[in-house]
């Protein structure tokens, strides 16, 4: 499960942020452009947790494209609902921002399956078999 991987989290955040301001626009507005654009939020998160901890370089890869095309949707998405005065500059910027990181800690995922390995918190470097084993230990400790 994705649930420690900090990319997950700011995608799921991203996708709650952009729900609560389309869930504030007409019903034209909604219908229209709101969908796509929380449509496009939502299935971030979703491939995320779909594809993480895939150990298959090739499939990895060719799967997260899809997450950034999603995301490269929402910069587009969100520039139009600017221009149509639907989200604010400051909101504009804060979500660009968000998508931006989010794109950057992606690129760095496929890095690091393409290596098979990855970065944990204290910047240590581990096989990803140890690491999908720590984060399942964690996960079973804190249901205890």
Do not use: P
């Not at 997950?8 to 969908?35: C, H, Q, R």
């Not at 390995?117 to 470097?125: G, L």
């Amino acid at each position: 499960m994705a649930d420690n991987l900090h990319i997950y989290e700011l995608s799921m955040k991203i996708g709650e942020k952009i729900w609560e301001i389309v869930n504030n626009w007409d019903s034209f507005a909604k219908e229209t452009i709101g969908k796509q654009l929380v449509q496009k939020a939502d299935s971030v998160a979703c491939n995320l947790n779909k594809y993480y901890g895939n150990k298959n370089e090739s499939d990895t890869s060719e799967k997260t494209y899809f997450t950034i095309v999603h995301l490269n949707e929402i910069k587009t998405l969100i520039a139009k609902a600017t221009q149509r005065k639907l989200i604010s500059e400051k909101e504009y910027n804060n979500i660009s921002t968000q998508i931006n990181v989010i794109s950057f800690l992606l690129n760095k995922y496929v890095r690091s399956v393409k290596q098979n390995k990855i970065r944990t918190n204290k910047n240590e470097i581990i096989e990803l078999k140890k690491y999908n084993r720590i984060i399942y230990e964690r996960n079973i400790n804190n249901q205890a």
